[in-house]
Every structure is written in C-alpha cells, then in structure tokens.
C-alpha cells in the first residue's frame, strides 16, 4: 500500500502562489494516477487537477485552468501543485489521492481509496 503525504499549504493574500507537495512512499509501481482535490467547510470534496505517472498528461477543474499547474518528479515520487492568481474561493483544505491500478483519469472522489492528510490553504481577501 502507498502512502501518500502533503505539505505546503499556508496563508497567502488574493493574488498570490502556493506550491503544493505530495510525496508517495511504498510500493508505487502500481499507481498510474495522481489526483489533487480539495474541501472547503461546508462542501463536498472536489476534484482539483490530476496527472499521469507515465505520460505526464494532466487534467484540471475548468475554475483553476491557466492558475494551476500539476507537475510531478518520478525519481522523487513527488507530485506538485502550483497554484498562482490565488482567489478567496481556493481556500480549502487540499488533499492529493490515488489508487491501485487505476489506468485512465477520473474526476470523482469516490473512485480513489489512497489518501493523504490534506494541507490548509487560506488565501485572504
């Protein structure tokens, strides 16, 4: 089983840039997919951005095309997430998932099973 961790998050004003982490340990060869999403209070859990292991493609929600970039390090088992232009409604608690032997992208939250402890991001107005 994978484990997967986050860091990066914080408080940044309007305007501002956060990258995100998420590093996997364990056995990763199985794992094709990485996923961000992210919660705020009083919301359901929401698909984010999402890349592929092997190819490098990548899949974002419409609101954060041209804000944020997924990128990952395969030697580093590390995904990031580069988040520009911050808004207000970026603030949530962002989590990166996966799950075994998922091969093609999907944006729903119920279909991963691997996730890690989530990171605040606030962004003040």
């Known amino acids: 089983q994978v484990q997967l961790v986050e860091s990066g998050g914080g408080l940044v004003r309007a305007g501002g840039s956060l990258r995100l982490s998420c590093a996997a340990s364990?056995?990763?060869?199985?794992?094709?997919?990485m996923a961000w999403f992210r919660q705020s209070k009083g919301k359901e859990r929401e698909f984010v951005a999402g890349?592929?292991?092997?190819?490098?493609?990548?899949y974002y929600e419409d609101s954060v095309k041209g804000r944020f970039t997924c990128s990952r390090d395969n030697a580093k088992k590390t995904v990031y997430l580069q988040m520009n232009s911050l808004k207000p409604d970026d603030t949530a608690v962002y989590y990166c998932?996966?799950?075994?032997?998922?091969?093609?992208?999907?944006?729903?939250?119920?279909?991963?099973?691997?996730w890690g402890q989530g990171t605040q991001v606030t962004v003040s107005s």
């Open positions: 890349i592929s292991w092997n190819t490098g493609n990548t």
């Open positions: 364990g056995r990763t060869s199985n794992y094709y997919i």
């Open positions: 998932a996966t799950r075994q032997s998922l091969q093609f992208f999907t944006s729903g939250p119920e279909n991963y099973d691997v």
